[in-house]
């Protein structure tokens, strides 16, 4: 696991749709499976939904906290 990808998604805003400007780690998890169902985004941004469901879906969202507090 790359910590860098973590502290990405406290800090990198979804760039369009319903959640345009939420940071990617406050996106609902329906949302995340609707990715998930119809297909991630190319590139990083494809990577750091696929890995927010990942979190999101094992219930490890507290784990985010810390980085929060730091960036």
Do not use: C
């Amino acid at each position: 696991m790359d910590p860098q990808l973590l502290q990405l998604l406290v800090t990198r805003e979804m760039p369009y749709g319903k959640y345009k400007g939420r940071v990617i780690a406050d996106l609902p998890g329906n949302y995340l499976a609707w990715f998930a169902r119809e297909g991630f985004p190319p590139g990083e941004l494809g990577r750091l939904l696929a890995l927010m469901l990942e979190i999101d879906h094992n219930g490890l969202k507290h784990l985010l906290a810390p980085l929060r507090r730091s960036s």
